[in-house]
T-cell receptor
Framework: DGGITQSPKYLFRKEGQNVTLSCEQN?????MYWYRQDPGQGLRLIYY???????QKGDIAEGYSVSREKKESFPLTVTSAQKNPTAFYLC??????????????FGPGTRLTVL | AQSVTQLDSQVPVFEEAPVELRCNYS??????LFWYVQYPNQGLQLLLK??????LVKGINGFEAEFNKSQTSFHLRKPSVHISDTAEYFC???????????FGRGTSLIVHP
């Protein structure tokens, strides 16, 4: 079955530690995205990538970093510079058309708790 | 810049009753509109989307939405809800020429027996 996998589902880290969240897709999608979800705030875009070896900052990129070395993989690192990293993180992918209007396909999410 | 407002943060309803979840957007250009559903501790999945053509869009699980350009709205409706419809619902908009959507803050639909 094609889809997006995120691991782990739950992650606990101590304050001051960097942590990397995994996102893999086998949908052959070109674009991948990372969102942060907090209660009552909807989804906020952290980073996105349209193509391998290229990515752009979203609305809340500070304290996060990404890489896109392979089409199917888009890992997110939450660094110690992120002031409030406890949240639910969602990865998504899509195949952008020329005009947009593309469905985003989401992974199951990773819940990160920083102690 | 585009923005999305979901007017209700929570909508409680009894099973088999009709429901409407409201969504308004603002944009200076033509848009695409989406509704996604999120069940507890899961990712989002697409319910339906409006790209062009008929303003009444039918989606999965018996949901439908109507695009109203003059009122800049895209309200989601279902004539009879089930307990299993209890979830968070997100409205999203993307401007034509951009594939980055903006999401609303979500509406929690709570269906009571």
């Amino acid at each position: 079955d094609g889809g997006i996998t995120q691991s782990p589902k739950y992650l606990f880290r101590k304050e001051g530690q960097n942590v990397t969240l995994s996102c893999e897709q086998n949908l052959n999608h070109d674009a991948m995205y990372w969102y942060r979800q907090d209660p009552g705030q909807g989804l906020r875009l952290i980073y996105y990538s349209q193509i391998v070896n290229d990515f752009q900052k979203g609305d809340i990129a500070e304290g996060y970093s990404v890489s896109r070395e392979k089409k199917e993989s888009f890992p997110l690192t939450v660094t110690s510079a992120q002031k409030n990293p406890t949240a639910f993180y969602l990865c998504a992918s899509s195949t952008p058309g020329l005009a947009g209007g593309d469905t985003q396909y989401f992974g199951p999410g990773t819940r990160l708790t920083v102690l | 810049a585009q923005s999305v407002t979901q007017l209700d943060s929570q909508v409680p309803v009894f099973e088999e009753a009709p429901v409407e979840l409201r969504c308004n957007y603002s944009s200076s250009v033509s848009v695409y509109l989406f509704w996604y559903v999120q069940y507890p501790n899961q990712g989002l999945q697409l319910l339906l989307k409006y790209l062009s053509g008929s303003t009444l869009v039918k989606g999965i699980n018996g949901f439908e939405a109507e695009f109203n350009k003059s009122q800049t709205s895209f309200h989601l409706r279902k004539p009879s809800v089930h307990i299993s419809d209890t979830a968070e619902y997100f409205c999203a908009v993307s401007e034509r020429g951009s594939y980055i959507p903006t999401f609303g803050r979500g509406t929690s639909l709570i269906v009571h027996p």
